[in-house]
């Protein structure tokens, strides 16, 4: 992730990092991404059920109810061993989590445990009632994805409706007193709605969005030849940087992520460079300082079936089950050539990636982005839109 609100308008600066350690274990929710230990925030999809159709699903999510999901008591034990092993974040996704009737039980669970608990969720499911129980249990953040107002969400989405119900869902959250930010993937069919997902955040004072690039896994990957053109990417990060400063700037602070692509940070540094902004360097040390791309180190994931992967788009392959072994012992066993590598990618990428300026700020970018491109996961990732004169050396 990275934070345009954190980098571009200065709510946060390196000591703000450096006070707490930046061990994970000790930092804010808003400062995670700059820990030095990378314990991982794990995601766990926690059924592979959906009451949607999204066009874009890395996880291939159906109607059906999975066969072999991790049963409660399972579940349990992955969230025992994600709390000693110090997993700061443990985010419920699926699928649609809610869905799954104890959703509840498990988020409680990791709560009690000392995690944060948060859920990516479509939103659909959400009224009053469930949202007055997310908030008892003390849920950190639901993330509500939404790829464009009314009929261009619907269409993303496979279900006519979504983004009203999707919409009511936001409202019951922020009345409960939950936090709850949006989650929007661009790409051609929808870029022209980022504007209009500002002005959401402004009338409805939703404190937060993360605008997504887009990963060639599940069924997205047939969106690739709708992906962002360079000029489009670069586009619309200037679109949000501009109307992030101006929410600022009007005293209607959001914070905003982009998240994906780890070109990103140093786009918003040599802007920033261009600007003659005086907090440029520190801009430059707070990326040093999230080391981009965390793949099998500070991101993890764990299927609904028990497997163990690199992050939530990496599906293809499993380091483990946790129904065999532990997460932790999965984890940490670099006896698989590519856990062992995916600890420190830098010497592994090739091309332009292993020549680039910016290769210990971005980490590689998304190697499975490049695996799926090209067949080699240590090609260069084709979303990186930064010319050669700016990751010249």
């Not at 994970?24 to 820990?35: I, N, Y």
């Not at 926690?46 to 009451?51: E, G």
């Not at 586009?235 to 501009?242: F, K, P, R, V």
């Not at 590519?338 to 300026?357: F, I, Q, S």
Request: hydrophobic residues 35%; proline residues 3%; contains cysteine.
């Amino acid at each position: 992730m990275i934070g345009i609100s954190k980098l571009y308008c200065g709510t946060v600066e390196p000591s703000d990092a450096l006070r707490y350690g930046r061990h994970s274990g000790r930092l804010p929710s808003h400062l995670l991404q700059f820990s030095a230990d990378k314990t991982p925030v794990v995601v766990w999809n926690v059924t592979r059920r959906c009451n949607l159709k999204c066009v874009h699903c890395y996880a291939h999510a159906t109607g059906e109810e999975a066969q072999d999901e991790l049963s409660t008591r399972e579940g349990k034990a992955l969230l025992d061993d994600l709390a000693a092993f110090g997993s700061p974040v443990v985010l419920f996704s699926g699928g649609e989590p809610l869905v799954r009737p104890d959703l509840l039980e498990l988020a409680q669970y990791a709560v009690d445990k000392g995690m944060r608990a948060v859920i990516s969720t479509n939103g659909t499911l959400i009224d009053a009632k469930l949202a007055q129980g997310l908030k008892q249990v003390g849920l950190s953040y639901v993330g509500v994805s939404l790829d464009g107002l009314g009929e261009v969400n619907d269409r993303f989405r496979g279900v006519k409706g979504a983004f009203g119900r999707a919409l009511e869902g936001i409202i019951a959250c922020r009345e409960a007193g939950i936090k709850v930010g949006l989650r929007f993937t661009m790409n051609k069919l929808n870029v022209s709605e980022i504007s209009g997902i500002f002005d959401l955040l402004e009338h409805y004072d939703i404190p937060r969005v993360c605008f997504y690039h887009l990963v060639y896994a599940g069924r997205g990957s047939e969106l690739i030849k709708d992906d962002l053109s360079h000029r489009e990417t670069r586009e619309a990060l200037d679109l949000i940087i501009e109307r992030t400063s101006d929410l600022h700037l009007r005293g209607k602070p959001k914070e905003v992520l982009t998240v994906d692509n780890h070109a990103d940070g140093p786009y918003v540094y040599l802007r920033m460079v261009r600007e003659n902004s005086p907090r440029a360097k520190e801009v430059l040390e707070l990326l040093e300082m999230n080391e981009g791309n965390s793949s099998g180190r500070g991101i993890g994931c764990v299927s609904w079936d028990g497997s163990v992967h690199a992050d939530q788009f990496w599906r293809h392959y499993s380091f483990g089950n946790v129904r065999d072994r532990k997460f932790s012992q999965i984890w940490t066993d670099l006896s698989d050539p590519l856990m062992e590598r995916l600890k420190d990618k830098k010497p592994y990428v090739k091309g332009r990636c292993a020549e680039c300026r910016w290769l210990s700020v971005c980490g590689g970018n998304f190697r499975v982005r490049a695996e799926a491109a090209s067949g080699d996961l240590w090609a260069r990732d084709p979303a990186c839109y930064l010319t050669e004169e700016e990751t010249a050396k």
